[in-house]
């Protein structure tokens, strides 16, 4: 199996900057792809930014131009670089895996999530 460890987050001010870190571990054939996710109380968790391991990438529209998230294969490594934080960023920060553990079996995980409050 996957095991994907978060890290960064914290308690910053409206306008600071945090960087989020997410390692990957474990029986790992290859990564498809890694991203991150947040949840924030009473709303279905988003897709923040992803990218495939053909350098696609997807942002929400909410924090383009604010975020920006890249990738350490050789690391198997994920980060996710977030300026111009707005209170509306808070929220659980959950780093997702799309990987295969054997040539033929794929599937996605998650990590364990890290709590991002952005202050007014």
């Known amino acids: 199996q996957v095991q994907l460890v978060e890290s960064g987050g914290g308690l910053v001010q409206t306008g600071g900057s945090l960087r989020l870190s997410c390692a990957a571990s474990g029986t790992i054939f290859s990564i498809v792809s890694m991203g991150w996710y947040r949840q924030a109380p009473g709303k279905q968790r988003e897709l923040v930014a992803a990218?495939?391991?053909?350098?696609?990438?997807d942002y929400a529209d909410s924090v383009k131009g604010r975020f920006t998230i890249s990738r350490d294969n050789a690391k198997n490594t994920v980060y996710l670089q977030m300026d111009s934080l707005k209170p509306e960023d808070t929220g659980v920060y959950y780093c997702?895996?799309?990987?295969?553990?054997?040539?033929?079996?794929?599937?996605?995980?998650w990590g364990q999530g890290t709590q991002v409050t952005v202050s007014s």
């Open positions: 997702n895996a799309r990987a295969y553990t054997t040539p033929w079996a794929w599937a996605d995980y």
């Open positions: 990218k495939t391991s053909g350098h696609s990438t």
